[in-house]
C-alpha cells in the first residue's frame, strides 16, 4: 500500500527584529561623554594655570630674576623695590643666599573662570635675617668707629663693599632662623596668560629676608645711640637705672666681648677736681680687632645724675689702653675716669655701646668713703 506524501508548506525563516537604532544611541551618548569629559577638562586645565604661573613667579623670586617677575605682573612695575637692598649690585651675594633657602607650596585657588580672574595662596617659608641684619649692623658700627680713630677715611663704595663682606660673614657663620607666612596672589588672565596683578608688601620683605634697607637700619641705630648719649649726659631717672648694690659686680659677656670690674681709685684731674677711675679687664669676644672704647659704654651716676667723663691729673697706661685695639681671644686693663660731685656712692651701669644686646646690662654701687 502506498503511503500518500502529504504536502506540507514549506518552513519559511522566522525574519529577525531589526535594532532600532541602538548603535546609533551608544554612538551619540559617547560623543556627549566625550563633550564633557572635553569641557570638564578644559575647566580644570584653566583652573590649574594660575597656580602653575604663580608657581613659576615665585621661581623667579627664588633666584632674583627681575626680568621674568617683571613680566610676569599685570603692571610691570618693580618700584616696590626701589626701596629695598635686593637690587642692589652691592648686597647682590648675600640675597641670592637667602633667596635660595626659599621654599613654597600653593595651598589653595579660587578661581572664576567667566570673569577670568583667581586668587591664589602660597605658603612661604623664608629665611628670617632679623638677627643677621642686628648682629651685622652692630659689627660695622664698631668697624667704622674704629677706623675714625685710627685715621681711616673710607669713600661709600668702600662703605659699602665693607657692609655687604660683613653680611655674607655673617649669613654664613649664623643659623638660619626661617619664618613661614601665607599670601594672597590676585591673578588675571591678560590676552590669553594668567599675571599676577601687582608686587605686593609682604613678598618684598619676604624676598629682602624681612628687611628692606640695611643703610636705613644703620641710621635708626645711630640716632638710638644719639638719643642714649644725650640721655647720659643729662639727668638720669634713678628708677629707670638697673638695681645696684655694693654686693655687685661688674661682669658683662656677650658674643662681642667681656667686661669684669677690678678696682677704682679717687683722684683728681687736670683742674684739680675729684675725679673716679674705674678699672676693669675687658676681653674681646669677637673675630675682628676692637677696643673697650668701640664695645663698651660704661656710665656712672651719682645723686640720680650722670658724671661726665674726667681727664685724670696724671697719666695712665689703662687709660691709654682704653682705646687701644686688641686682638680676638686678648684681655687688657683699662681705665675710665668720671668727674665726681661728692663722695656719695657712685652707681655703675655697663651695656653694649651700640644697645644692641637686646638691652643687657650690668650695675654695681661702689661707697667711696
Same mark, same amino acid.
Given at each position: 500500500m502506498e503511503k500518500k506524501q502529504l504536502n506540507t508548506p514549506e518552513e519559511q525563516p522566522v525574519p529577525k527584529k531589526k535594532k532600532k537604532g541602538k548603535a546609533g544611541r551608544i554612538l551619540l551618548l559617547l560623543v556627549l561623554l566625550l @563633550?564633557? $569629559?572635553?569641557?570638564?577638562?578644559?575647566?580644570?586645565?584653566?583652573?590649574?594655570?594660575?597656580a602653575r604661573e604663580l608657581d613659576s613667579y615665585l621661581a623667579a623670586i627664588q633666584n632674583l630674576d627681575f626680568t621674568s617677575m617683571e613680566s610676569m605682573l599685570q603692571s610691570g612695575d618693580l618700584s616696590a623695590l626701589d626701596n629695598a637692598d635686593v637690587r642692589n649690585a652691592t648686597y647682590e651675594s648675600f640675597f641670592k643666599s637667602i633667596n635660595a633657602k626659599m621654599t613654597w607650596k600653593i595651598t589653595k585657588t579660587s578661581f572664576n573662570f567667566q570673569a577670568g580672574t583667581a586668587e591664589v595662596t602660597a605658603?612661604?617659608?623664608?629665611?628670617?635675617?632679623?638677627?643677621?641684619?642686628?648682629?651685622?649692623?652692630?659689627?660695622?658700627l664698631r668697624q667704622?668707629?674704629?677706623?675714625?680713630?685710627?685715621g681711616e677715611s673710607l669713600t661709600e663704595q668702600e662703605t659699602q663693599d665693607k657692609l655687604a663682606s660683613i653680611l655674607n660673614e655673617k649669613a654664613a657663620s649664623m643659623e638660619d632662623k626661617f619664618s613661614e607666612t601665607d599670601i594672597i596672589y590676585p591673578m588675571i588672565k591678560v590676552n590669553g596668560q594668567w599675571k599676577i596683578? $601687582?608686587?605686593? $608688601?609682604?613678598?618684598?620683605? #619676604?624676598m629682602s629676608a624681612n628687611f628692606k634697607s640695611v643703610e636705613e637700619e644703620i641710621s635708626q641705630t645711630l640716632a638710638a645711640s644719639d638719643s642714649s648719649a644725650d640721655n647720659a649726659t643729662g639727668t638720669a631717672d +634713678? &628708677? $629707670?637705672? @638697673? +638695681? @645696684?648694690? &655694693?654686693?655687685?659686680? #661688674?661682669?658683662?659677656? *656677650?658674643?662681642?666681648?667681656? #667686661?669684669?670690674?677690678?678696682?677704682?681709685v679717687v683722684s683728681t684731674d687736670f683742674g684739680g677736681e675729684p675725679c673716679l677711675l674705674v678699672y676693669y679687664d675687658y676681653? *674681646?669676644?669677637?673675630? *675682628?680687632?676692637?677696643? @673697650?672704647?668701640?664695645?663698651?659704654?660704661?656710665t656712672a651716676y651719682q645723686n640720680g645724675a650722670s658724671l661726665e667723663a674726667a681727664i685724670p691729673a696724671s697719666s695712665d697706661d689703662a687709660?691709654?689702653?682704653?682705646?687701644?685695639? #686688641?686682638?680676638?681671644?686678648?684681655?687688657?686693663?683699662?681705665?675710665?675716669a668720671f668727674s665726681l660731685k661728692d663722695m656719695s656712692p657712685v652707681t655703675l651701669q655697663a651695656a653694649d655701646a651700640f644697645g644692641l644686646d637686646t638691652g643687657i646690662t650690668a650695675s654695681q654701687t661702689l661707697n667711696l668713703q
Open positions: @563633550a564633557i $569629559a572635553a569641557g570638564a577638562g578644559y575647566y580644570f586645565y584653566e583652573r590649574s594655570q594660575p605658603r612661604i617659608r623664608y629665611v628670617d635675617g632679623s638677627d643677621i641684619y642686628r648682629e651685622t649692623v652692630t659689627e660695622f667704622i668707629v674704629s677706623s675714625a680713630f685710627s596683578t $601687582a608686587l605686593d $608688601a609682604e613678598t618684598v620683605k #619676604i +634713678p &628708677s $629707670a637705672q @638697673a +638695681p @645696684a648694690s &655694693s654686693d655687685d659686680t #661688674i661682669d658683662l659677656t *656677650n658674643e662681642r666681648f667681656s #667686661i669684669h670690674y677690678t678696682r677704682n676681653t *674681646n669676644n669677637g673675630e *675682628n680687632a676692637s677696643s @673697650a672704647m668701640v664695645d663698651v659704654n660704661l687709660i691709654d689702653t682704653f682705646m687701644k685695639e #686688641i686682638q680676638p681671644g686678648e684681655t687688657v686693663n683699662v681705665c675710665q
